[in-house]
């Protein structure tokens, strides 16, 4: 463990309040100890590193300058708030980050009441920061009182459709409200699109220049309304921001572009507009992610999400890989699959490496798009790709997917459109917890008239399953998968296409068939070892499809076993409901069988190993064994003759 960093005047610091007593040159040195310790805390847990640096003067400054909790500061997305939660009353826990009843990794309502709304989806703080603010104006109660709303929110995350929503209903409302916009040109990936070249126009020359040396001496300068009248330092201001324009036509009163981490820049403005704002302000500050730490600086993804690493080298520790994971699978199949159809294109939302498409995007740049952060604009731009003859395959995580369900629906299923989805993050994902869980998707995919769903169960079969998906073209398809390391076989060089609806029985056996839908097949296994041992062969069959269902097969295994379990890694409503629903309408359930679902709690299950959190879950070897133990009765017998 690398030595913890000497942090003199934060050591000082248990609550924003205490904050108060600093001049501003202690202020600075206290964002130079926080920053300090925000790099040894993610160190020791790993995490997301690049966001938190970015943010620290400005996080610093707000909690200075502001009263909270009564003023609400909202972090869009929430995973720059490490140091926001080290000034928070959060320090001593701080080294518990993304662990197993450890702190969580975002803003989190039920840890804080310095985190007045929960996060971890990006773009949603301006609508949030609305909210309090007119919650606050028609006299609403919360802990901590109502005071000031503060969004902060990133270039990245303003590419995203609602944030535009919020700001034109905070314009035509007039809330006194703030909105930083935190500009690092970066959000995961480099951001992509108009709104991104505006911004950066907006500080490519002089003018911002200008301004730093203006902003120290800022109050005299800054706009109406802020100084009534002073239409001459109005004209002054917006002629050296060359003009915040989009912002103004919205119903903002924009300030900046500003130096984020020049303590003597943000600290005047900040207190300048907390005392005389009047309606929606914008603040755009320019800051660099990953400031501060050399390794996080230089890398491709400013050190956005890092492993546990060593402080002085940078050097992440991670635990060498068997096997390759299968993100980077479907990446590279696509890419196999490309280069024999030229139809072949594919679709990303701000996420090219995490959904394994910074290969594709390498080799076919003219038929990979990053749409930024929008999903539903994704779904959409995808459904029109397919109705123009390409092969869409739009990757996005399954958790972020539920953003774009109505385009889902509307845009794809109705029309029978060929987009195939391909749904990473499936199932629990460890240290992101409950708002990156991909627990939904089996049963709001399923549901859908006309869509095929499938699940891999190894890393084999996703590359059937992309390969199926690439040779589809009656209408969607979705392919589920999920974060992390394959189970270890063999990959085929090619990968076949599948029959539609067909499963398969991976070994024959009596009394129970165990029904696998997904990667728990792995654990069907282990359960069966165990199983073995006291005298229980199950069939085991892998489901390959949750629709269409493999009528015939699930039949036949109700028909010649006493119990039959499904075990998918969804929520209730999923793959067992359509199995269920098969067995009834065939009145299976009328001759006597044992039908059990095993799905994800009716819970979000937070943060902590895959492993604690399938524990949780109740579907890992053991509680399949038990399960099967439990539904023959061979439990209880062994209890009473005890």
């Known amino acids: 463990m690398s030595a913890r960093p000497d942090t003199p005047l934060l050591d000082r610091v248990s609550s924003p309040e205490d904050l108060k007593q600093f001049s501003d040159a202690e202020l600075t040195q206290i964002a130079h100890e926080l920053r300090s310790e925000t790099i040894s805390t993610v160190s020791e847990t790993g995490g997301h590193l690049g966001a938190g640096l970015g943010v620290v003067e400005l996080t610093v400054a707000l909690h200075a300058i502001f009263d909270t909790p009564r003023d609400k500061i909202v972090w869009d997305v929430g995973h720059q708030c490490y140091p926001h939660k080290i000034l928070t009353g959060r320090r001593d826990r701080i080294r518990t980050l993304r662990q197993e009843d450890g702190l ?19 773009s949603t703080s301006i609508s949030a920061a609305l909210g309090f603010a007119t919650a606050r104006d028609l ?69 911002f220049q200008e301004l730093k040396a203006a902003a120290k001496g800022a109050v005299s300068l800054l706009p109406e309304p802020f100084r009534e009248g002073a239409k001459r330092a109005k004209e002054m201001i917006k002629g050296m921001a060359v003009g915040g324009t989009l912002f103004e036509e919205l119903g903002f009163s924009y300030v900046g572009p500003i130096d984020g981490h020049d303590m003597d820049q943000l600290l005047p403005i900040l207190r300048t507009l907390r005392q005389r704002a009047t309606g929606p302000v914008m603040l755009h500050i320019i800051t660099k992610k990953g400031k501060g730490y050399a390794p996080a600086e230089g890398a491709a993804d400013k050190g956005h999400a890092t492993a546990k690493f060593d402080v002085i080298t940078g050097k992440q520790h991670k635990a060498p ?141 996703l590359k059937h399953m992309v390969a199926t998906a690439a040779a589809y073209d009656d209408g969607p398809i979705a392919f589920r998968y999920p974060r992390g390391e394959g189970v270890g076989v063999e990959l ?151």
């Open 139 to 207: 006299g609403g109660q919360c802990d901590g009182g109502l005071g000031d709303a503060i969004a902060v929110i990133g270039d990245g995350s303003i590419t995203a459709g609602m944030a535009y929503e919020a700001m034109n209903n905070a314009g035509h409302l007039k809330k006194r409200l703030f909105v930083v916009l935190n500009d690092n040109d970066m959000s995961i990936a480099p951001p992509v699109g108009a709104m991104s070249e505006y911004l950066s126009r907006l500080y490519a020359g002089e003018p």
């Open 492 to 642: 085929p060089e090619k990968g076949e296409v599948l029959e539609i609806g067909k499963g398969r029985i991976i070994s024959e056996g009596k009394r129970v068939a165990l029904l696998s839908f997904g990667t728990r097949l792995e654990e069907v296994r282990k359960a069966a070892e165990a199983l073995a041992a006291k005298g229980i062969t199950p069939t085991i069959a892998d489901a390959r499809f949750a629709k269409p269902l493999d009528a015939a097969m699930i039949l036949d295994l109700a028909a010649n076993h006493e119990a039959l379990i499904t075990i998918e890694e969804g929520a209730i409503g999923g793959f067992g409901s359509h199995v269920a629903q098969l067995l009834a309408e065939n009145a299976v359930f009328d001759a006597g069988l044992k039908y059990r679902s095993m799905v994800l709690p009716d819970t979000f299950i937070d943060q902590a190993s895959p492993k604690t959190m399938y524990d949780v879950a109740a579907m890992n070897a053991e509680q399949i064994e038990t399960k099967v133990l439990d539904t023959l009765g061979i439990a209880q017998i062994g209890e009473r003759t005890a």
């Open 321 to 461: 890989s068997n096997a390759p994971s299968y993100t980077s699978v479907f990446g590279k199949t696509l890419v196999d699959l490309a280069a024999e159809d030229s139809r072949i294109c594919a679709v990303t939302a701000a996420m090219p490496d995490g959904t394994g498409l910074n290969l594709f995007a390498e080799r076919y740049p003219s038929r990979c798009f990053d749409v930024a952060i929008a999903e539903q604009h994704g779904v959409t731009f995808s459904a029109a790709l397919a109705a123009g003859g390409m092969k869409p395959f739009c990757a996005i995580y399954s958790t972020f997917l539920q953003r774009g369900y109505d385009q889902v629906v509307h845009d794809v299923a109705i029309q029978r459109l060929p987009v195939r989805f391909a749904i990473d993050r499936a199932g629990l994902v460890g240290a992101d917890g409950a708002t990156h869980a991909g627990s939904f998707d089996i049963a709001f995919m399923a549901n859908l008239p006309g869509m095929v769903v499938m699940a891999a169960a190894d890393e084999a079969e």
């Open 104 to 122: 969580s990794g975002f803003t989190k309502r039920s840890e804080s009441v310095y985190d007045p709304f929960g996060a971890a989806h990006s």
